[in-house]
């Protein structure tokens, strides 16, 4: 009988990332606002109007030290010369599962709120909403939203009169959920950075609902305030039905712990991440209702959204927000660059 020896051989499969593991997506001269990544795996940020006047509002990023003005030059704002026809105020940011892409707009210079909608494939305008005044009034910063484009709603949230706005994306029909606890920063909780407590515009730095996330299914609505240890729910159907504030209220119930954030996410699992702005951090909240640090790293130097992708990893813009003018007693201070990275959230 004859043998034959096979060669040796040795494993191509990379092992996979490991827990925590952080990798730079982009490296940017101006600051991203908040993040959307596509089931393709596109990259798009807005631009946080608190870097200044910029001739860029949205981008798609192309490269780790590109981006293209999107869906085209034609819809931002050159040399501060803002108008109803181009984008003003833009920082929420969110892609629906259904070929749209989303973006509220506080419309700080136009003095309104608009909220965007954009075909991804073609870049062509789906819808331009503008917020009724007596539903976003001047002064509103409106930057938060989840929309669940298979029943036509979004949902935004208020930081500066804290509340939650409803909108039909069909009639374009707004709601507006406010004067509740929950929907305040904790009088208790403190923003402090690297052991110095942050100011905003010479006061303690005390910020309303911020990140607002949905449920898979799009039944549940997830809010806390961004100076704030809270997190809560609310069923959606309750603001689509433009129920009476007190039974809203009656239904809003604390979902965990949460850490001072800017941004969280809600995975399809129910597994929430969360932005941790005093420790250079990210943090999960599982379904079981245990809070634990994600990641603790000095670039995350205010870390602002989070997005997570078809592919398993959380995307995280870092801008150094509180370096800007508002955060920093009228100056800017921040060192340029800033980031969009992407955070492995998972022990698989």
């Known amino acids: 009988m004859e043998h034959s020896t096979l060669p040796a051989t040795t494993s191509t499969l990379k092992p996979g990332p490991a827990y925590g593991e952080m990798r730079s997506v982009a490296v940017m001269q101006i600051r991203p606002g908040n993040v959307a990544v596509t089931p393709s795996g596109r990259i798009f940020a807005t631009i946080h109007p608190m870097d200044g006047d910029h001739d860029v509002q949205l981008v798609e990023i192309t ?7 999107w869906p085209s030059p034609a819809y931002q704002t050159h ?11 833009p920082l929420g940011i969110f892609q629906d599962g259904h070929g749209g892409l989303w973006m509220t707009d506080m419309g700080i210079h136009l003095g309104k709120t608009r909220l965007w909608g954009f075909d991804i494939e073609s870049g062509k305008l789906i819808t331009k909403l503008e917020l ?4 976003a009034p001047k002064g509103s ?64 730095a005390k910020v309303g609902v911020d990140p607002i996330t949905l449920s898979a299914g799009g039944d549940t609505l997830y809010f806390g305030a961004m100076t704030g240890n809270s997190w809560y729910s609310v069923p959606t159907k309750l603001l689509r039905d433009d129920a009476s504030h007190a039974t809203i ?100």
């Open 141 to 204: 910063f409106i930057q938060d939203l989840a929309v669940d484009r298979a029943r036509g709603m979004a949902y935004l949230a208020d930081i500066a009169n804290p509340g939650l706005i409803t909108v039909d994306l069909d009639s374009g029909k707004t709601t507006r959920f406010s004067q509740h606890p929950s929907l305040d920063a904790e009088p208790d909780v403190d923003l402090r950075i690297d052991g110095q407590a942050v100011q905003f515009n010479g006061q303690p």
């Open 249 to 348: 209220a009656a239904a809003i119930t604390r979902v965990g712990d949460k850490p001072v954030s800017d941004g969280a996410e809600t995975g399809p699992d129910g597994t929430h991440y969360f932005t941790n702005l005093n420790q250079h951090g990210l943090d999960v909240l599982t379904p079981d209702g245990k809070l634990s640090p994600l990641v603790r790293d000095e670039r995350l130097d205010w870390p602002d959204g989070v997005r997570l992708a078809a592919d398993g990893w959380l995307y995280v813009t870092v801008n150094q927000l509180d370096s800007t003018p508002p955060f920093n007693g009228g100056k800017d201070s921040g060192q340029p660059p800033y980031h969009i990275y992407k955070v492995w959230p998972t022990n698989d």
């Open 79 to 89: 040399a501060g010369r803002y108008g109803d026809a181009t984008i003003d105020s």
């Open 63 to 69: 490269g780790q030290n590109s981006y293209r003005a």
């Open 132 to 135: 009724p005044a007596k539903i």
